[in-house]
T-cell receptor
Framework: AQKITQTQPGMFVQEKEAVTLDCTYDTSDPSYGLFWYKQPSSGEMIFLIY??????QNATEGRYSLNFQKARKSANLVISASQLGDSAMYFCAMREGGNTDKLIFGTGTRLQVFP | DTEVTQTPKHLVMGMTNKKSLKCEQH?????MYWYKQKAKKPPELMFVYSYEKLSINESVPSRFSPECPNSSLLNLHLHALQPEDSALYLC????????????FGPGTRLTVL
């Protein structure tokens, strides 16, 4: 079974609008962490936001927020006020339990922002 | 200094060549990683070094040989590669605590002819 599922291969959004990128995960470990990364066409993976399984509040970092619904095992990324520079591949990833070194990545969502 | 650097940016090699990829970080991170990423796929973990010792090898073929000379440097030695090994090779580093993100370098685009 997939540990991390991103069901949207591609998304389009108009500049200045908000967009939600979906991510669901599967783990039986009560301790885990969820990460979102952005990968522009240049190739570098850029860390955006982190949510720990015990965090009571949804994580926010500037225009990025994470809609964490633990019972549904979902960790959707919300980008507000989209910019042309947000066009990139977005990966959701999970770290399970005490293994702090291994990240499991989803298949990614390609976001395209149009004027 | 909050970046991970990788050299070279691009590498083309033949199947009989020996080459090395280099990665450097000066953030004092205790963990360093090699990932392989094929086009339109997520990164796949290859190796993890923790405190300069190999802690994870994801069953990578022996034609890939990692080396961690010190806490700031990570190398990936390549020998007798196959065309299917052509990919983007990403290096990352992390403090290694539960909520610590991995910082990635820009990658080396490898083409094996």
């Amino acid at each position: 079974a997939q540990k991390i599922t991103q069901t949207q291969p591609g998304m389009f959004v108009q500049e200045k609008e908000a967009v939600t990128l979906d991510c669901t995960y599967d783990t039986s470990d009560p301790s885990y962490g969820l990460f979102w990364y952005k990968q522009p066409s240049s190739g570098e993976m850029i860390f955006l936001i982190y949510q720990g399984s015990y965090d009571q509040q949804n994580a926010t970092e500037g225009r990025y927020s994470l809609n964490f619904q633990k019972a549904r095992k979902s960790a959707n990324l919300v980008i507000s006020a989209s910019q042309l520079g947000d066009s990139a591949m977005y990966f959701c990833a999970m770290r399970e339990g005490g293994n702090t070194d291994k990240l499991i990545f989803g298949t990614g969502t390609r976001l395209q922002v149009f004027p | 200094d909050t970046e991970v650097t990788q050299t070279p940016k691009h590498l083309v090699m033949g199947m009989t060549n020996k080459k090395s990829l280099k990665c450097e970080q000066h953030m004092g991170h205790r963990a360093m990683y090699w990932y392989k990423q094929k086009a339109k796929k997520p990164p796949e973990l290859m190796f993890v070094y923790s405190y300069e010792k190999l802690s994870i090898n994801e069953s990578v073929p022996s034609r890939f040989s990692p080396e961690c000379p010190n806490s700031s440097l990570l190398n990936l030695h390549l020998h007798a590669l196959q065309p299917e090994d052509s990919a983007l090779y990403l290096c990352a580093s992390s403090q290694g605590m539960e909520n610590n993100e991995q910082f990635f370098g820009p990658g080396t685009r490898l083409t094996v002819l």
